[in-house]
């Protein structure tokens, strides 16, 4: 199975701050990726899928790059409702893995 | 406006069965992929299951030859049949609907879950 793995596993950032998540497939997935953001309570939602194609109706602050086994998901201006768990997950090959999560938390 | 309704979770012994059920609106049910997601309590995500619009399906490893993943297109209806059901199946289940038919895209949209609990 292809292992994802994510860093750091959580965050502490203020409002307005830029931050970078990493996710690194342990093989080759081409741009098959996407990242996911879930608030407590609640279902996790798609922002960004192909890497790096922001899902209409998610805020263009957030974009993700990468291909092949290194991918960032940056989200340029933090506001309050950013703060939430972040995957990432590969639709490259079967078994679908996800990452295990980045905890991003107000400083 | 894509809507997924699960239901079927609850308390259930070790060994048991429970039958979960995704009721979908808003979209062409029968040409896209679904898949089941699980998180356990305070843990991460993981994959489950996925079928796709021809029904092709796809198991993780720890739920295989236990769990089964169905749907019926004239109901918009994905099933979850789990057997066998272990402690360390407790976990909210999440109903998603893919972004295409062959169980090769993102994960797009998301059920509310249901809380499947295992113990005697």
């Known amino acids: 199975a292809i292992q994802m793995t994510q860093s750091p596993s959580s965050l502490s950032a203020s409002v307005g701050d830029r931050v970078t998540i990493t996710c690194r497939a342990s093989q080759g997935i081409r741009n098959d990726l996407g990242w996911y953001q879930q608030r407590p309570g609640k279902a996790p939602k798609l922002l960004i899928f192909?890497?790096?194609s922001l899902k209409s109706g998610v805020p263009s602050r957030f974009s993700g790059s990468g291909s092949g086994t290194d991918f960032t998901l940056t989200i340029s201006s933090l506001q309050p409702e950013d703060f939430a768990t972040y995957y990432c997950a590969q639709d490259y090959d079967y078994p679908r893995t996800f990452g295990q999560g980045t905890k991003l938390e107000i400083k | 406006e894509v809507q997924l309704l699960e239901s079927g979770g609850g308390l259930e012994q070790p060994g048991g069965s429970l039958r979960l059920s995704c009721a979908a609106s808003g979209f062409p049910f029968s040409t896209y992929a679904m898949t089941w997601v699980r998180q356990a309590p305070g843990k991460g995500l993981e994959w489950v299951s996925t079928i796709s619009a021809s029904d092709i399906t796809y198991y993780a490893d720890s739920v295989k030859g236990r769990f089964t993943i169905s749907r019926d297109n004239s109901k918009n209806t994905l099933y979850l049949q789990m057997n066998s059901l272990r402690a360390e199946d407790t976990a909210v289940y999440y109903c998603?609907?893919?972004?295409?038919?062959?169980?090769?895209?993102?994960?797009?949209?998301w059920g509310q879950g249901t809380l499947v609990t295992v113990s005697s």
């Open positions: 998603a609907k893919d972004q295409g038919d062959s169980g090769y895209y993102a994960i797009d949209d």
């Open positions: 192909s890497a790096s």
